[in-house]
């Protein structure tokens, strides 16, 4: 009942009750449009500066060799780091990009991939297969909007004659402006890889462009040279000076069995000719046969045993062997047949009789660390028990896997060299805080990179004080606030002092009479506030409106957060209650009878 | 003997305003249940201050005994004023007492209608509209009743105070100089109008005027003041109560005898 008496009461002085309700709404207003000014500016700032994940690229400052695997570890250990992909060589990226309308323009291409804030944050979908994203500048350059197919086309001189490859992506989206300030294009990795194949000479069989494979040559540990008569000292000298090889040895016919994986025939005198270091090629192996043309010597290439697995073609158990190389000129002293070609495209692997294991089968190289499966068929020869072996060619090409990554390629039944590795890459840590740390990890690692370091420093100084700023404006203001408003509800309490004690002496209770005021100054403050928060919504829009020529989509200069906006009504109404029951107390305090006839 | 609703004894109140302080002093007083008292004197004897401790909004400074016979949480019994809590005494207050302002004492936010039934909305009390409708038709307000209070003359807004105070049959009326601010005439009309309704209603009334040709004659006791200078800073003010023309004993007088 006293909540509606308190209602009634208002109505009834409705012009007195306008003036409070205007008042605590001139009140309230500008600290709104204050409050919304600092966290519409500051988050727009932020939202510019801060959040821009531009402000969170690290980017190497020289090319260098990053392996398939450096990624993989900073992915796997460095939980700060957002988004890392590799990059390919500077030269490579450039290609030129052609729209339906026929406007050409050179772009460079960036690789991206799932979670890459640099699309993320500025308004793209990460492209699918078959689909590009271009920077603002790109589209601009191209006039060409998201949902086309554009063309993009590379160039490479083979024999000083010029070659094209080409290529169609559809654009998902373009990037916001601030994005990047290059004309570029952001593609899957596969594309930029494909590119720089292409540029390199390669074949790259996906998207049906011409050129060589990049097949594994064969590399030797050193050969064995068998002769009928003990080879001369100026020979052996030969040997070593300019074929590739460096060390030379003679052996016994036991230390030879156990490098050839067979005895070799009596009468023959052995000497390994090796390399020091690194493995030599065919050309070694071509230049001691040459040195040694018309002497009726033998020579056979030698590769350090592989340690290798082999299993059925359909999985099972895999057992362990160690491969050496057979040359087709072992048979000569006394060495196995070598493999003839059969149907199968597979490559041949002899192996001791004691291997359950006959046709194809699965061989998998380990050594190194690197690995390597290829479909084999296995032919059962006199071989001592757990070896195998391949032909001299195979086997020099798997030893190659001592250096480089391999894979087996099934429509051309050849071993290709594998992608060594990366030129550079695009880094994103998860916050603007953690890529100075991110950058002292690169460094201890001897990688040097950029990053936007002094930037970042000015965007959090200028932040801070912007807030201070803002919080000491904010301070004022609503100290003066809650005192106006304060004084507003008591005043008006004193007015109805008499009414108050009319209520009391009509037998009210102390805390009814207290309520009193209480729902008044709920019901006035709540008013004032819906007229301050249409007057903030009205300025907001004129704000947003003046500098709309300066915004970019959603955001405003002037806006609040609903937990700012629950903080401001339970503020107002926590200070709306204090100041009518102190007022209200303060008009009870007395006895009724004293306070009515106090006139 | 009817039923006694007040029962004062030697109650004291003294308040200090400017180092100059007033005493009243009230040795014996006794209401009865449907008594009409009329308390009578010059400005400044402490009239309203004993309204007010009737009406149990002023504490007395000094008590031997004070008790007020009403129903408070279901129970009818003569209470000890020294015993209630504040929120007691406005629930006493609430239903059974009816208060009659000088200047009506209306809420200017409410109508007359609202107005006069504020006092039964708040004691609850049940509405007999037939009642209602003899009090208003009686007192002249039947065509007041949408007005505020604003609007109506004195004499109205006097008379809508009457209603209010009499609407949920309290047990006590106290009206303090309710004819003040009329004129003669129509004084005697709410005079006249009060004493019949609430003898109708089987309320005490009492009564402050500071005229005594109102009252004389019709009253079935009257509270007159004795006042003592003692020093130029204190003024002791004694009641004296008299039944028509017998002065009642004061209690030390009958101590003493």
Known sequence: MIVRLAFRDLLHDWLLSTCLVLAIASIIAPLLILFGLKSGVIGVMRGRLVEDPANREIRPAVSRRFPRSWFEQVRGEHPEVAFVIPMTRQISTSVTAVAPGGKRTPLSLMATGADDPLLTENGAAVPGKGACVLTDGAAAALAIDPGTDLRFEVTRIVHGQPEKARLSLRVGAVLNARASGLKAAYVPLEVLEAVEDFRDGR???????????????????????????????????????????????????????????????????????????????????????????????????????????????????????????????????????????????????????????????????????????????????????????????LAGRLNLLRQRDLAWDQPSATLLLSRRGYAGFRMYTRTIDQVEKMEQVLARQGITVHTKKQRIAEVRRLDRYLGLIFWLIATVGVIGGVSALTASLYASVERKKKELNMLRLLGFLKREIVLFPVCQGLILSGTGLAVAGMVFILVSRVIDRLFSSHLRGAESLCTLHANQVVILVAGLAVSSVCSAVLAALQAVRLDPAEALRDE | MTEVIYRLREVGKERSKGGVSFVLNVPELTVHRGEFIAVVGASGCGKSTLLDMLALVLAPTSLSSFTIRARLGGERKAWKREELSDNDLARIRRSAIGYVLQHGGLLPFLSVRDNILLTAAISGATLDEDRFGHLVARLGLGDQMGKKPQHLSGGQRQRAAVARALVHRPVIILADEPTAAVDHPTALEIRDELRELASQAGSAVVMVTHDRSLVAGIADAEVHFSLQRLSPARTVSTTIVWRGDTRVRQPQARTSA
């Not at chain 1, 790259?204 to 003990?230: K, Q």
């Open chain 1, 203 to 393: 074949a790259v069989p996906a998207f049906d462009w011409p050129g060589r494979l990049p097949e594994a040559y064969p590399v030797y540990d050193g050969v064995l040279v068998l002769t009928r008569e003990p080879l001369a000292k100026l020979e052996q000298i030969r040997l070593i000076s300019g074929t590739g090889f460096s060390d030379l040895k003679t052996l016994s016919a036991a230390e030879a069995e156990e490098l050839l994986n067979f005895p070799p025939a009596p009468g023959w005198h052995i000497c390994r000719v090796a390399v020091k270091k690194r493995p030599a090629g065919e050309e070694s192996v071509r230049a001691v046969r040459h040195k040694l043309r018309g002497t009726g010597a033998v020579v056979l290439p030698w590769i350090r045993p592989l340690a290798v697995k082999l299993s059925g073609a359909g999985g099972g158990t895999s057992i362990p062997l160690r491969l050496f190389a057979l040359d087709p000129q072992a048979a000569r002293v006394g060495g196995p047949e070598e493999l003839l070609p059969t149907s199968s495209r597979e490559p041949h692997i002899a192996c001791s009789d004691d291997i359950p294991l006959q046709g194809a089968s699965l061989l998998t190289v380990t050594v190194d660390g690197r690995s390597l499966s290829l479909p084999v068929s296995v032919f059962g020869k006199a071989l001592s028990p757990g070896t195998a072996m391949a032909a001299t060619g």
